[in-house]
T-cell receptor, first 111, second 112 residues
């Protein structure tokens, strides 16, 4: 079984809809991250969390919110989706050591 | 604003050839990471470079870091088709393992 899972894997939605992307991990890591990847570009950090009570904005947090429901779960919400939020979204985890471990990604399309 | 630039952005090479991918960054950092992404897949950690002069090797790939020049290289020796993927470098300006800034990626195609 995968250590970092994301649901859904693919989602098509309409402008203005609320969307939640979920991430779960079984690695026992404290730190979790949400990234966005646009075609031909590198990943950009949206939010990160060092534990359940610690949430921090990343480079591009506008238009997004997150919830850390438990050590193993970190959700990303788009309150009112817009077309330029169409992208591939990755969740990642780490235990404080340098390497981050990435989930399989969620492909989101906003029409 | 930290900028991380990779070149080339796209590389097509024959099997058996050598080549180097470059990663330049604009601010002081002692930590740099290399990741591999296969089409439609997630990112896989390749190398973690934690100090000036660090060199890591795995198979046909070798990564190095020159923090004074703000430059990391990923050298490919005797390329094989299985190395075809997109390679990303990422810089950790806070040296804290959290706020990674990624380069735009180098898409490598190795032709038989």
């Amino acid at each position: 079984d995968a250590d970092v899972t994301q649901t859904p894997r693919n989602r098509i939605t309409k402008t203005g809809k609320r969307i939640m992307l979920e991430c779960s991990q079984t690695k026992g890591h404290d730190r979790m991250y949400w990234y966005r990847q646009d075609p031909g570009l590198g990943l950009r950090l949206i939010y990160y969390s060092f534990d359940v009570k610690d949430i921090n904005k990343g480079e591009i947090s506008d238009g997004y919110s997150v919830s850390r429901q438990a050590q193993a779960k970190f959700s990303l919400s788009l309150e009112s989706a817009i077309p330029n939020q169409t992208a591939l979204y990755f969740c990642a985890t780490s235990d404080g050591r340098p390497t981050q471990y990435f989930g399989p990604g969620t492909r989101l399309t906003v029409l | 604003e930290l900028k991380v630039e990779q070149n080339p952005l796209f590389l097509s090479m024959q099997e058996g050839k050598n080549y180097t991918i470059y990663c330049n960054y604009s601010t002081t950092s002692d930590r740099l990471y290399w990741y591999r992404q296969d089409p439609g897949k997630s990112l896989e950690s390749l190398f973690v470079l934690l100090s000036n002069g660090a060199v890591k090797q795995e198979g046909r790939l070798m990564a190095s870091l020159d923090t004074k020049a703000r430059l990391s290289t990923l050298h490919i020796t005797a390329a094989v088709h299985d190395l075809s993927a997109t390679y990303f470098c990422a810089v950790d300006p806070n040296n804290a393992g959290n706020m990674l800034t990624f380069g735009g990626g180098t898409r490598l195609m190795v032709k038989p």
